[in-house]
């Protein structure tokens, strides 16, 4: 069987029936170089907690299922070589074989649904690749929110995807697609990505009522939370395009394939916004975990 353990936090919070946030770690082992993921990392966590919630990092450390870290477990995280990048289809592998892996969208949803967690902070999405008519890249996200029981807050999908297309998928697969306080999908880096989301809430306690009353519907899966970055921290749609074009033929021009399409679109950004994107990329997480906690809060009381 698979082993789990919680961090003294999470395992305190259960018992009290209180409000937890689940969060990814590939944005502290894939996301950024050390030591900026820590402290990244220590930010959100601080973020979920001062708007009344725990925070509940996954990761799986030495075959051994982690929901919520120590500081010192985070803290080996981030330092951390070679650590594999989990989904639904490696996490099993990575568990049965005494691996070491953090935790994508997809598989921070799973351990959050074992752990009986209800709300999950991340940063974008994966979806529909640029191209995927030939290439059939399709992040996992997309079929784990049809049908994994956990409300997901992130800044719309990664603005590098193929946005219209995995707003299509998603719509195919029963996923409710709230945009929080604006009628337009967010695009990550940018408030408006010209495509009106599905759904619009504007407050928690709707996303809770929601979230609740699929369970009661007996619906199976999630709902996304598109959450836009904060006004003053967004790199507009137009500045953003022209870079992601730039960073997509390179990659094309490097066959660049499957997990590694990813990392490298969001590394090259970086180097031609001069770090504007990553710092856009920190501010939107937190906003994140701020909504995600306020979601959570409602749940409990609801």
Same mark, same amino acid.
């Given at each position: 069987?698979?082993?789990?353990?919680?961090?003294?936090?999470?395992?305190?919070?259960?018992?009290?029936?209180?409000?937890?946030?689940?969060?990814?770690?590939? $944005?502290?082992?894939?996301?950024?170089?050390?030591? %900026?993921? *820590?402290?990244?990392?220590?930010? =959100?966590?601080?973020?979920?907690?001062?708007?009344?919630? /725990?925070?509940?990092? $996954?990761?799986?450390?030495?075959?051994?299922?982690?929901?919520?870290?120590?500081?010192?477990?985070?803290?080996?995280?981030?330092?951390?070589?070679?650590?594999?990048?989990?989904?639904?289809?490696?996490?099993?592998?990575?568990?049965?074989?005494?691996?070491?892996?953090?935790?994508?969208?997809?598989?921070?949803?799973?351990?959050?649904?074992?752990?009986? @967690?209800?709300?999950?902070?991340?940063?974008? $999405?994966?979806?529909?690749?640029?191209?995927?008519?030939?290439?059939?890249?399709?992040?996992?996200?997309?079929?784990?929110?049809?049908?994994?029981?956990? /409300?997901?807050?992130?800044?719309?999908?990664?603005?590098?995807?193929?946005?219209?297309? /995995?707003?299509?998928?998603?719509?195919?697969?029963? =996923?409710?697609?709230?945009?929080?306080? %604006?009628?337009?999908?967010?695009?990550?880096?940018?408030?408006?990505?010209?495509?009106?989301?599905?759904?619009?809430?504007?407050?928690?306690?709707?996303?809770?009522?929601?979230?609740?009353?699929?369970?009661?519907?007996? *619906?199976?899966?999630?709902?996304?939370?598109?959450?836009?970055?904060?006004?003053?921290?967004?790199?507009?749609?137009?500045?953003?395009?022209?870079?992601?074009?730039?960073?997509?033929?390179?990659?094309?021009?490097?066959? @660049?394939?499957?997990?590694?399409? /990813?990392?490298?679109?969001?590394?090259?950004?970086?180097?031609?916004?001069?770090?504007?994107?990553?710092?856009?990329?920190?501010?939107?997480?937190?906003?994140?975990?701020?909504?995600?906690?306020?979601?959570?809060?409602?749940?409990? =009381?609801?």
């Amino acid at each position: 069987m698979h082993k789990i353990t919680y961090s003294q936090d999470v395992a305190k919070a259960r018992a009290a029936n209180a409000p937890i946030v689940a969060l990814e770690s590939t $944005i502290i082992t894939h996301g950024m170089p050390y030591p %900026q993921n *820590l402290e990244t990392a220590q930010r =959100v966590e601080a973020e979920v907690r001062a708007h009344g919630a /725990t925070p509940a990092t $996954i990761a799986v450390i030495n075959g051994t299922l982690h929901i919520g870290l120590e500081p010192a477990e985070l803290e080996a995280l981030a330092q951390a070589q070679t650590v594999a990048k989990l989904s639904r289809a490696d996490l099993a592998a990575c568990l049965a074989t005494g691996g070491t892996g953090a935790t994508t969208v997809s598989a921070t949803m799973i351990a959050a649904a074992l752990a009986d @967690i209800h709300v999950f902070a991340t940063g974008g $999405i994966g979806g529909v690749h640029q191209g995927a008519e030939t290439s059939f890249d399709i992040s996992a996200d997309l079929q784990e929110l049809a049908q994994t029981a956990v /409300t997901v807050v992130a800044a719309g999908a990664k603005a590098i995807l193929d946005i219209p297309k /995995t707003l299509e998928v998603l719509e195919t697969s029963g =996923v409710p697609v709230i945009a929080y306080g %604006q009628d337009d999908f967010p695009a990550f880096w940018s408030r408006a990505s010209g495509l009106a989301a599905p759904l619009r809430m504007d407050s928690a306690k709707e996303i809770a009522r929601a979230h609740k009353m699929r369970a009661s519907l007996g *619906l199976p899966g999630g709902q996304l939370v598109a959450n836009p970055v904060p006004l003053e921290a967004e790199i507009s749609g137009a500045e953003m395009a022209p870079v992601i074009a730039q960073a997509q033929r390179e990659a094309d021009e490097q066959a @660049i394939l499957g997990k590694a399409v /990813t990392p490298f679109l969001l590394a090259r950004i970086f180097e031609l916004t001069h770090g504007r994107s990553l710092e856009t990329n920190i501010a939107l997480v937190l906003n994140n975990a701020r909504l995600a906690a306020a979601i959570a809060s409602a749940l409990a =009381v609801e």
